[in-house]
């Protein structure tokens, strides 16, 4: 074994990596981090995530495109004979056009606007089996409903979506070379004409479909249009397909997780990225090397293959402690199943959205599913993961439009609609919502489980009328740095909307005492306004001290006390600072039960000074660890310019770059919004930034050439970037 190039007996695609990849790759990870193997030609094998990072995001040394002598793709290991599929064989700046051409279709607005879609999909797939009381998951969910979805998007017809559900599946499942990827290859054959016929279709007839969006930008020509089109089917369909069967096969064989998330459904949406962090669909990719370089220490040299395992990087101890577990409420903001850099997934949306919705579905309306057998995998592991059968038995359930039966399921999910939505306060929504007739009672301190358009759930404190059992209330602060779920409530629901709830629940019970004395902060008033009216009818002894930013932003501020008078102590922090919490405890009486509910900072105040006093709170966590700030305390207004679209603009210091950015480049990519990704990273051309993020080296923080827009912002007055 050379010092410089350390060699090892490796085959990503062997029958082991099926077996336990994380195994095979942890191996190797402790005895050569970065080694060298003869098979396919010869390559080099990465296993660290910091490696693997930057290998990925340095387009320039590392290249993605076709290259020499070649008509293959070779962005996998070993090259796939197959059509070309821009954006992803190309690097910058020639990827950047297409890039641009495909991200507005695909941004989060976007793809919020198709959850109707993909529900409709998921119900009627799940529909048709339903009543049956077994199924296999992989046959009829996890691959016909991606297909659907996909081809439904881009405007594919409905004869096409079965035809080629099996034929994708076989390509991404097969060993390279084999009987079964030849099989899938001539099973999509007919592919490239369909996509030709949709073109010419749309381009004389535009309906409202991503192709005939497509074909808008009359500057790309009919084959690079399909082009682009083969790779969103072929990133859109079995990808999805295998992250959902992963998660179920796990869900299945551990049932304390999958009653864990029906319990608590809001933890779902930090729990996808943990299951896209352990269950990464892309297992690999690779790279051509355009330069002599090196990596981890070794010498690499011009023209030699690279392979970077994502799941790999997802299990590297270094970044992600106890790798090998799931662990639900892990925080695994920094995973890269959909890649970093400029070639990473622009369906990421897309694909958590089908995600979100078989999940909740499954675990709405069948939970009690078993595996009848074991589950089969995919014959190769090495590109992709996947499973080509999950047999499964459950307690047969009812079609859906026909009455469920909850407490078959022990679960209480209801459709509601939204018979009035009104602003009470700055950036408060009241949300009222109705049912078919009588509602199941509830009591102060409550909260319903709002399963958004999008599949977030949030949880939302009652403030309504108990006696009230035909309508539910709920008020929602938008909040900014949130995690999108007040803001998808705020820009998305309306009156006359439906909505899934779960609940209600009530973890913050109002306990009988003589003496209350109710505390809150901003939005947490929602909770305790029904607490105070439960006191007051039962003719108890209670004040509310309640605390906001300003009056205009305090909801129900007025009405309390315009009715309760003296006992409700309003607190404005613009006119009167912050509560006199020390004085209110020590003139309580020693029986006095305290409740409080509002932000970290008030709850850590009030257990600090509540003394003796029976303290309550409660808090939301929403099922995960809250992002960063994008628009640090001390930020200042500056002036960008976007060289490339001609305009320049003002940047508050109150706004993040990307929102002023999106104002005239719509589809400018991102996603996390916290700076982790290195979805939204931008080329400097003039100026300072100021980094926030959490990709860039020091190195590269240094050189100032590239910037993540969702987070940094600009040391000097001015940036031009490269948009």
Same mark, same amino acid.
């Given at each position: ?60 040394? %590392? ?65 048709? %089996? ?114 959902? !069967? ?154 859906? !439009? ?34 078919? !007739? ?83 902060? !901003? ?201």
């Amino acid at each position: 074994m050379e010092a410089a190039r350390p060699t090892v007996e490796f085959d990503h695609h062997a029958p082991e990596f099926t077996a336990d990849p994380v195994r095979e790759y942890a191996q190797l990870r402790g005895k050569c981090p970065v080694a060298w193997t003869e098979s396919y030609g010869g390559h080099w094998v990465t296993t660290r995530y910091e490696d693997i990072a930057r290998i990925a995001r340095d387009d320039a040394t %590392f290249s993605s495109a076709r290259h020499a002598e070649t008509d293959g793709i070779q962005f996998v290991i070993p090259e796939s004979k197959a059509l070309p599929q821009y954006p992803i064989e190309l690097d910058p700046p020639a990827s950047t056009p297409y890039r641009e051409l495909i991200n507005p279709l695909l941004t989060k607005k976007a793809v919020d606007a198709l959850t109707p879609m993909i529900a409709k999909h998921v119900t009627e797939v799940v529909d048709a %089996f339903i009543e049956d009381g077994r199924a296999d998951l992989v046959h009829q969910l996890t691959n016909p409903v991606p297909t659907a979805v996909t081809l439904d998007w881009l405007g594919f017809p409905r004869e096409d979506w079965k035809r080629l559900a099996g034929p994708i599946h076989d390509l991404f499942a097969a060993i390279p070379g084999s009987e079964r990827e030849a099989r899938g290859g001539m099973g999509l054959a007919f592919m490239g004409d369909r996509i030709f016929e949709l073109i010419n279709a749309r381009r004389a007839e535009p309906r409202n479909d991503a192709i005939s969006a497509l074909v808008e930008e009359t500057s790309f020509t009919d084959e690079e249009l399909a082009s682009v089109i083969f790779l969103l089917v072929a990133g859109g369909v079995d990808t999805t397909t295998s992250l959902t !069967g992963s998660t179920l096969v796990h869900l299945a064989n551990h049932p304390e997780d999958r009653e864990r998330l029906i319990r608590e459904p809001a933890l779902l949406d930090i729990a996808t990225e943990e299951f896209l962090r352990k269950f990464a669909p892309s297992q690999s990719m690779a790279r051509t090397v355009m330069s002599d370089t090196e990596i981890g220490g070794c010498p690499v040299a011009h023209g030699e293959r690279v392979l970077i395992p994502w799941v790999a990087a997802n299990h590297d101890p270094e970044m992600f402690p106890e790798p090998e577990k799931l662990i639900l409420d892990r925080d695994p903001r920094a995973h890269l199943s959909f890649g970093i850099g400029t070639h990473r997934c622009a369906g990421a949306h897309l694909a958590r959205a089908m995600f979100r919705e078989m999940i909740t579905q499954v675990l709405e309306r069948f939970p009690d599913f078993v595996l009848e057998s074991p589950a089969t995998p995919t014959e190769s592991w090495g590109n992709q993961s996947g499973w080509d059968a999950i047999p499964v038995r459950f307690t047969p359930g009812p079609k859906r !439009g026909t009455a469920i039966s909850t407490a078959k399921a022990n679960l209480d999910v209801r459709t509601m609609t939204l018979a009035a939505v009104e602003p009470i306060a700055e950036g408060v929504l009241s949300l009222r919502l109705t049912g078919d !007739g009588e509602l199941p009672a509830w009591e102060p301190g409550a909260h319903l489980d709002l399963i958004l358009p999008s599949g977030k759930v949030r949880q939302y404190s009652l403030c309504g009328d108990p006696a009230d059992r035909y309508a539910y209330e709920v008020a929602v602060l938008r909040e900014p740095a949130g995690r999108g779920g007040s803001a998808e409530v705020h820009e998305v629901l309306g009156a006359g909307h439906t909505v899934r709830v779960r609940g209600p629940k009530n973890h913050f019970p109002l306990v009988d005492a003589d003496h209350y004395l109710f505390v809150a902060g !901003g939005i947490g008033i929602t909770p305790i306004s029904a607490m105070v009216r439960a006191a007051d009818q039962a003719g108890k002894d209670w004040t509310l001290l309640y605390g906001g930013r300003t009056r205009a932003s305090m909801a129900f501020a007025s009405k309390l006390h315009d009715e309760y008078g003296d006992r409700v102590r309003l607190v404005p922090q613009d006119e009167l600072g912050h509560p006199d919490l020390a004085g209110a405890f020590a003139s309580a009486p020693k029986d006095t039960k305290v409740y409080c509910c509002g932000p970290e900072g008030l709850l850590d105040a009030v257990e600090k000074t509540v003394g003796d006093l029976e303290l309550h709170v409660e808090r939301f966590t929403g099922g995960g660890t809250d992002r960063i700030a994008p628009i640090p305390a001390d930020s200042r207004e500056f002036i960008v310019t976007l060289a490339r679209a001609g305009a320049t603009l003002r940047v508050p210091e109150n706004r993040t770059l990307l929102e002023a950015v999106r104002e005239v480049v719509p589809g400018v990519p991102y996603d996390c919004e916290e700076g982790y990704c290195g979805s939204c990273e931008t080329r400097v051309l003039a100026g300072t930034p100021l980094h926030r993020d959490s990709i860039l080296s020091e190195a590269e923080r240094a050189d100032g050439s590239t910037i993540m827009i969702c987070v940094s912002r600009c040391a000097s007055d001015r940036l031009t970037l490269d948009l």
